[in-house]
Protein backbone atom coordinates (compact mmCIF):
# COMPACT_ATOMS: atom_id res chain seq x y z
CA UNK A 1 0.00 0.00 0.00
CA UNK A 2 1.09 3.36 -0.79
CA UNK A 3 0.16 6.82 -0.27
CA UNK A 4 -1.78 7.29 -3.23
CA UNK A 5 -3.99 4.16 -2.52
CA UNK A 6 -5.28 5.33 0.47
CA UNK A 7 -7.79 7.22 -0.70
CA UNK A 8 -9.72 4.19 -2.48
CA UNK A 9 -8.69 2.08 0.91
CA UNK A 10 -11.15 4.28 2.61
CA UNK A 11 -13.45 4.16 0.85
CA UNK A 12 -13.29 0.30 1.16
CA UNK A 13 -12.79 0.14 5.17
CA UNK A 14 -15.37 2.46 5.47
CA UNK A 15 -17.87 -0.18 3.45
CA UNK A 16 -16.32 -2.67 5.21
CA UNK A 17 -16.02 -1.21 8.93
CA UNK A 18 -19.04 0.75 8.94
CA UNK A 19 -19.37 1.27 12.55
CA UNK A 20 -15.28 1.78 13.57
CA UNK A 21 -13.44 2.73 9.98
CA UNK A 22 -10.18 3.74 10.46
CA UNK A 23 -9.31 7.41 9.31
CA UNK A 24 -6.92 8.46 6.38
CA UNK A 25 -4.34 9.47 9.34
CA UNK A 26 -4.41 6.46 10.66
CA UNK A 27 -3.31 4.73 7.47
CA UNK A 28 -0.96 7.65 6.93
CA UNK A 29 0.77 6.97 10.28
CA UNK A 30 1.34 3.25 9.06
CA UNK A 31 2.58 4.11 6.16
CA UNK A 32 5.21 6.09 7.69
CA UNK A 33 6.25 3.47 9.89
CA UNK A 34 6.55 0.53 6.45
CA UNK A 35 9.35 1.41 4.58
CA UNK A 36 13.29 1.48 4.74
CA UNK A 37 15.55 -0.60 6.89
CA UNK A 38 13.81 0.25 10.03
CA UNK A 39 10.37 -0.48 8.91
CA UNK A 40 8.08 -2.23 11.52
CA UNK A 41 4.61 -2.29 9.23
CA UNK A 42 3.88 -3.90 5.97
CA UNK A 43 0.52 -2.91 3.94
CA UNK A 44 -0.50 -4.38 1.34
CA UNK A 45 -3.09 -4.16 -1.43
CA UNK A 46 -4.95 -6.56 -3.72
CA UNK A 47 -5.59 -5.03 -6.95
CA UNK A 48 -7.66 -7.28 -9.76
CA UNK A 49 -6.69 -6.11 -13.09
CA UNK A 50 -10.14 -6.38 -14.20
CA UNK A 51 -11.83 -4.56 -11.68
CA UNK A 52 -12.62 -0.84 -12.48
CA UNK A 53 -10.33 1.65 -11.34
CA UNK A 54 -11.04 2.97 -7.76
CA UNK A 55 -13.01 6.55 -7.96
CA UNK A 56 -9.20 8.32 -6.52
CA UNK A 57 -7.67 7.16 -9.48
CA UNK A 58 -5.99 3.83 -8.27
CA UNK A 59 -5.86 0.70 -9.70
CA UNK A 60 -8.82 -1.34 -8.74
CA UNK A 61 -8.01 -2.55 -5.01
CA UNK A 62 -10.17 -5.14 -4.13
CA UNK A 63 -8.26 -5.74 -0.59
CA UNK A 64 -5.83 -4.55 1.76
CA UNK A 65 -4.03 -6.00 4.75
CA UNK A 66 -2.09 -4.22 7.67
CA UNK A 67 0.17 -5.58 9.81
CA UNK A 68 2.73 -4.72 12.85
CA UNK A 69 5.87 -5.58 14.58
CA UNK A 70 6.72 -4.90 17.94
CA UNK A 71 9.42 -6.42 19.85
CA UNK A 72 9.12 -9.83 18.43
CA UNK A 73 5.46 -9.59 18.62
CA UNK A 74 3.37 -9.34 15.44
CA UNK A 75 -0.23 -7.82 15.18
CA UNK A 76 -2.56 -8.30 12.04
CA UNK A 77 -3.94 -4.96 12.21
CA UNK A 78 -6.27 -4.56 9.56
CA UNK A 79 -7.45 -7.06 6.90
CA UNK A 80 -10.64 -6.96 4.05
CA UNK A 81 -11.28 -8.02 0.94
CA UNK A 82 -14.26 -6.61 -1.21
CA UNK A 83 -17.42 -7.95 -0.67
CA UNK A 84 -17.64 -9.07 -4.49
CA UNK A 85 -14.08 -10.97 -3.88
CA UNK A 86 -15.23 -12.61 -0.82
CA UNK A 87 -14.90 -16.58 -0.45
CA UNK A 88 -12.79 -16.52 -3.41
CA UNK A 89 -9.46 -17.22 -1.19
CA UNK A 90 -8.10 -13.50 -1.54
CA UNK A 91 -8.55 -13.31 2.61
CA UNK A 92 -6.27 -16.15 2.63
CA UNK A 93 -3.66 -14.93 0.43
CA UNK A 94 -3.51 -11.47 2.24
CA UNK A 95 -3.41 -13.57 5.66
CA UNK A 96 -0.35 -15.28 4.61
CA UNK A 97 1.81 -12.40 3.60
CA UNK A 98 1.08 -10.81 6.41
CA UNK A 99 2.10 -13.99 8.53
CA UNK A 100 5.45 -14.06 5.93
CA UNK A 101 6.16 -10.44 6.99
CA UNK A 102 6.06 -11.57 10.90
CA UNK A 103 9.16 -14.32 9.78
CA UNK A 104 10.72 -11.50 7.89
CA UNK A 105 10.44 -8.82 10.79
CA UNK A 106 11.52 -12.00 13.03
CA UNK A 107 8.43 -12.26 15.08
CA UNK A 108 8.10 -15.21 17.54
CA UNK A 109 3.99 -14.63 17.78
CA UNK A 110 1.69 -13.20 16.10
CA UNK A 111 -1.49 -11.66 17.55
CA UNK A 112 -5.19 -10.06 16.57
CA UNK A 113 -8.09 -8.93 17.82
CA UNK A 114 -11.82 -9.75 15.98
CA UNK A 115 -15.03 -8.98 16.64
CA UNK A 116 -16.92 -11.90 18.55
CA UNK A 117 -19.69 -12.19 16.37
CA UNK A 118 -17.44 -12.68 13.05
CA UNK A 119 -17.75 -15.84 12.71
CA UNK A 120 -16.26 -15.93 9.01
CA UNK A 121 -12.81 -14.26 10.25
CA UNK A 122 -12.51 -16.37 12.82
CA UNK A 123 -12.96 -19.57 10.78
CA UNK A 124 -10.18 -17.89 8.64
CA UNK A 125 -7.52 -17.25 11.65
CA UNK A 126 -7.86 -20.72 12.78
CA UNK A 127 -7.32 -22.50 9.39
CA UNK A 128 -3.89 -20.74 9.86
CA UNK A 129 -3.38 -22.01 13.12
CA UNK A 130 -4.91 -19.37 15.58
CA UNK A 131 -6.39 -19.81 18.85
CA UNK A 132 -8.35 -18.29 21.15
CA UNK A 133 -6.46 -16.43 23.84
CA UNK A 134 -9.22 -14.35 25.94
CA UNK A 135 -11.47 -11.23 25.21
CA UNK A 136 -10.63 -7.25 25.72
CA UNK A 137 -14.51 -6.35 26.83
CA UNK A 138 -15.84 -3.47 25.17
CA UNK A 139 -12.85 -3.08 22.54
CA UNK A 140 -14.91 -2.25 19.63
CA UNK A 141 -16.45 1.14 19.89
CA UNK A 142 -18.94 2.70 20.17
CA UNK A 143 -20.80 -0.39 19.61
CA UNK A 144 -19.10 -1.32 22.80
CA UNK A 145 -18.80 -5.51 20.60
CA UNK A 146 -15.65 -7.58 22.86
CA UNK A 147 -13.16 -8.50 20.78
CA UNK A 148 -11.27 -12.52 20.63
CA UNK A 149 -7.71 -11.75 21.03
CA UNK A 150 -6.22 -14.63 19.40
CA UNK A 151 -2.72 -16.06 18.68
CA UNK A 152 -0.51 -17.82 16.38
CA UNK A 153 3.19 -18.97 17.63
CA UNK A 154 5.86 -18.79 14.98
CA UNK A 155 8.15 -21.62 14.45
CA UNK A 156 10.39 -22.37 11.28
CA UNK A 157 7.56 -24.51 9.83
CA UNK A 158 4.85 -21.85 9.64
CA UNK A 159 5.18 -20.69 6.19
CA UNK A 160 4.86 -24.16 4.92
CA UNK A 161 1.74 -24.77 7.24
CA UNK A 162 0.16 -21.85 6.28
CA UNK A 163 0.60 -22.83 2.98
CA UNK A 164 -2.05 -25.23 3.81
CA UNK A 165 -4.72 -22.81 4.75
CA UNK A 166 -5.05 -20.90 1.02
CA UNK A 167 -8.64 -22.60 0.60
CA UNK A 168 -10.35 -25.43 -0.17
CA UNK A 169 -10.00 -24.77 -3.80
CA UNK A 170 -7.52 -22.72 -4.52
CA UNK A 171 -5.46 -25.32 -6.13
CA UNK A 172 -8.61 -26.10 -8.83
CA UNK A 173 -7.89 -24.45 -12.14
CA UNK A 174 -11.56 -24.11 -12.76
CA UNK A 175 -12.09 -22.35 -9.51
CA UNK A 176 -13.13 -18.67 -9.48
CA UNK A 177 -10.72 -17.79 -7.38
CA UNK A 178 -8.13 -14.81 -6.32
CA UNK A 179 -5.39 -16.46 -8.82
CA UNK A 180 -5.34 -13.27 -10.99
CA UNK A 181 -5.13 -10.76 -8.58
CA UNK A 182 -1.74 -9.01 -7.33
CA UNK A 183 -0.68 -8.65 -4.04
CA UNK A 184 1.82 -5.81 -3.62
CA UNK A 185 2.95 -3.17 -0.72
C1 LIG B 1 -12.72 -11.91 6.78
C2 LIG B 1 -12.39 -11.68 5.31
C3 LIG B 1 -11.15 -10.81 5.20
C4 LIG B 1 -12.15 -13.02 4.64
O1 LIG B 1 -11.81 -12.76 3.27
P1 LIG B 1 -12.19 -13.81 2.11
O2 LIG B 1 -11.52 -13.33 0.88
O3 LIG B 1 -13.65 -14.01 2.07
O4 LIG B 1 -11.48 -15.13 2.67
P2 LIG B 1 -11.32 -16.52 1.92
O5 LIG B 1 -11.96 -16.46 0.58
O6 LIG B 1 -9.89 -16.86 1.98
O7 LIG B 1 -12.11 -17.49 2.88
C5 LIG B 1 -13.49 -17.28 3.11
C6 LIG B 1 -14.30 -18.54 2.83
O8 LIG B 1 -14.27 -18.79 1.45
C7 LIG B 1 -13.87 -20.15 1.23
N1 LIG B 1 -13.16 -20.19 -0.04
C8 LIG B 1 -11.91 -19.73 -0.28
N2 LIG B 1 -11.60 -19.92 -1.59
C9 LIG B 1 -12.69 -20.48 -2.18
C10 LIG B 1 -13.01 -20.87 -3.50
N3 LIG B 1 -12.12 -20.73 -4.49
N4 LIG B 1 -14.23 -21.40 -3.73
C11 LIG B 1 -15.12 -21.53 -2.75
N5 LIG B 1 -14.89 -21.16 -1.46
C12 LIG B 1 -13.70 -20.64 -1.19
C13 LIG B 1 -12.99 -20.44 2.41
O9 LIG B 1 -12.88 -21.82 2.68
C14 LIG B 1 -13.74 -19.75 3.50
O10 LIG B 1 -14.84 -20.53 3.91
P3 LIG B 1 -15.44 -20.43 5.40
O11 LIG B 1 -15.82 -18.98 5.65
O12 LIG B 1 -16.59 -21.34 5.39
O13 LIG B 1 -14.33 -20.87 6.31
C15 LIG B 1 -13.59 -11.01 4.57
O14 LIG B 1 -14.75 -11.75 4.83
C16 LIG B 1 -13.83 -9.57 4.95
O15 LIG B 1 -13.24 -8.65 4.37
N6 LIG B 1 -14.73 -9.34 5.91
C17 LIG B 1 -15.09 -7.98 6.31
C18 LIG B 1 -13.94 -7.33 7.03
C19 LIG B 1 -13.52 -8.16 8.22
O16 LIG B 1 -14.34 -8.68 8.96
N7 LIG B 1 -12.19 -8.23 8.44
C20 LIG B 1 -11.62 -8.96 9.56
C21 LIG B 1 -11.50 -8.08 10.72
S1 LIG B 1 -10.78 -8.90 12.13
Known sequence: MRWWDIDDVLALERALFPDDAWSAGMFWSELAHARG???TRRYLVAVDPEAPPGAHGTDGIVG?????AVDGTGDVQTI???????GT?????LLGELISAATDFECHEVLLEV???NAR?????????????GFRRGYYQPGNVD????????TA????DTTAATGPTSDSASDPSSQGTQIHG
Open 80 to 86: GVLPSHQ
Open 147 to 154: ALVMRLGL
Open 64 to 68: YGGFA
Open 89 to 93: GLGAR
Open 121 to 133: AQRLYERFGFAPI
Open 157 to 160: DTTA
Open 115 to 117: RVD
Open 37 to 39: PYA
